[in-house]
């Protein structure tokens, strides 16, 4: 281990840096596995609450993802400004209470007010997770480590399947009438998925505070009201309390923000005129709506931290870029198991066998190499992360062609981990270039940021979308791969992304402090 005198370029992370990245890695895959469960227990879900796939789009993406997308804002700046090994433990016994206790509902209503809940606490995770990381490990290993913790995506999401579906086939074979409490299958699973997350966190608790921005050298003093900034947020970003956030930096701006909710207003009722359903387009032009407000207030609170960020176009390149790779990711990883159990005709158990324990191994390997890879191409190129996030959105393609098309069950497995291996290789890379675009202060926000991009553009509407063409065509496999007309997209995004990333990375320092940041 370098020196504490050795220059920071040099250093390398320490073993209780390692012990931590275990811990968040832990509690990343427990995130996924409550978050994730849904999918395979959706057969029954839809069975026994009357729900279409469009549904099971809403609730797994638009219902829990909005929600992570909004509070993540206000909660990523309350991690850049409070105790985040605090933070992350209230978050993590409140995802974990509303999945356990969405293994009481009785309708969809109620599930889709459990998995709001398990958004709002979720949303406390990455922000966290990724500022200490961001402590914990110098630059030069800050890709591998952000690929590890990301990697609990795959683990967590791969064990979910292949948890829930071995407790949904024994619970209902062992209790076919009459079960304990009530309970059938899928409800029994979510309660045992969720009650471990209160012993977690209270390891979690157990974890050291990092002093902020101590492994670049830019220690940033303690914020001195850090909760009074956690409700300014609330309030930019909640409505109708958005008004009165807007009215408080003048007419002009209140006048912005009626204008933009007006658009949205319109927006909604449109697509529900055409026949789309109104809760999936409320939540979405909700977070619309209240993401726009929570930028233009953030423009007028912390002008240093809205340049770096949404002022910064090679930033919002590389959201886009990935929020698109993660759009077609969460319609695969939302729908497959569904897939699997009405064209093969297979149960949940082995759904989540075959479908979840290759996906743990291929998305961990995917995103895993990807990071390394991403960390050794910035060694030798400016944008070479990048490069990692383009690849990431060309190469699952054909074997995700395949294996929406082939009769071959046989096949069908095996394309899945390939088609997982190709696309979870950019998360790292993407994270990482995310977070070296902005202050040591500013990554909480600029994680919650990058989120919005795999929520409200992936999660929110990859899954409904991918469910509502599969209603409407009867037919899956043509849901999911209707999601391919966005590749043109993505690829342009990480192409922009390539040419814009250097520069804006080069000239961090000089752009903050040309918008007031005391340096």
């Not at 914990?136 to 995506?153: D, E, N, V």
């Not at 059938?184 to 977690?200: D, E, H, I, K, S």
């Not at 055409?274 to 619309?288: K, R």
Request: aromatic fraction near 10%; proline fraction near 6%.
């Amino acid at each position: 281990m370098a020196s504490s005198s050795a220059p920071a370029a040099d250093r390398k992370a320490g073993p209780y840096a390692w012990y931590v990245l275990v811990v968040l890695f832990l509690v990343y895959a427990l995130n996924f596995i409550d978050r994730q469960i849904l999918t395979i227990l959706a057969p029954h879900i839809r069975r026994d609450l009357g729900l279409s796939h469009a549904d099971i789009g809403f609730l797994y993406g638009t219902a829990f993802g909005v929600f992570y997308a909004l509070f993540g804002i206000p909660l990523g700046r309350l991690a850049d400004s409070w105790h985040r090994v605090r933070l992350m433990t209230i978050g993590l016994a409140l995802w974990s209470t509303m999945t356990a206790l969405s293994g009481l509902s009785r309708n969809g209503l109620q599930l889709a007010a459990a998995r709001i809940g398990v958004g709002v606490g979720e949303a406390t995770a990455s922000p966290s997770a990724y500022s200490l990381i961001s402590d914990w490990f110098p630059k030069r290993q800050r890709a591998t480590a952000l690929a590890i913790y990301s990697a609990g995506i795959y683990f967590g999401g791969g064990f979910s399947l292949f948890l829930g579906g071995a407790i949904v086939d024994w619970w209902n074979a062992a209790y076919p009438v009459d079960p304990p409490f009530g309970l059938v299958g899928w409800q029994a699973a979510f309660m045992a998925v969720g009650l471990p997350g209160l012993v977690l966190a209270l390891w979690v608790l157990t974890l050291r505070e990092p002093m902020r921005g101590q492994s670049e050298g830019l220690m940033a003093p303690p914020h001195p009201t850090p909760f009074k900034s956690f409700l300014e947020d609330l309030l930019t970003i909640i409505p109708p309390l958005t008004l009165l956030g807007a009215a408080r930096n003048g007419a002009r701006a209140l006048l912005r923000n009626l204008v933009m909710l007006a658009l949205v207003a319109a927006a909604i009722y449109a697509l529900v005129r055409l026949g789309e359903p109104m809760p999936q387009w409320l939540a979405v032009g909700i977070g619309v709506y209240a993401v726009y407000s929570w930028s233009a207030a953030l423009r007028h609170r912390d002008l240093p931290t809205f340049r770096l960020i949404i002022g910064t176009p090679a930033f919002l390149a590389v959201v886009l870029a990935y929020g698109l790779n993660a759009f077609l990711a969460y319609a695969v990883a939302g729908l497959a198991p569904s897939y699997a159990v009405q064209v093969f005709g297979i149960t949940s158990r082995e759904a989540g066998l075959w479908i979840g324990g290759p996906a743990i191994l291929g998305g961990f390997l995917g995103v895993t190499l990807g990071g390394i890879a991403a960390d050794r191409l910035r060694r030798r190129w400016a944008s070479g992360r990048i490069m990692v996030i383009l690849f990431g959105s060309l190469a699952p393609v054909p074997s995700l062609i395949i294996a929406f098309t082939t009769p071959d069950k046989a096949l069908f497995y095996a394309m899945l981990p390939l088609t997982q291996i190709f696309a979870s290789c950019a998360l790292g890379a993407a994270a990482a270039a995310t977070q070296d675009l902005v202050l040591p202060r500013m990554r909480g926000t600029a994680t919650a940021a990058f989120f919005i991009g795999t929520t409200l553009i992936g999660l929110a509407m990859g899954p409904y979308l991918a469910g509502r063409v599969a209603d409407l065509t009867g037919s899956l496999s043509t849901g999911i791969l209707s999601l391919l007309a966005t590749l043109p997209l993505a690829v342009g995004a990480a192409i922009a992304a390539l040419r814009l990333v250097p520069a804006a990375e080069a000239s961090r320092e000089t752009r903050a402090r040309a918008a007031g940041e005391p340096l």
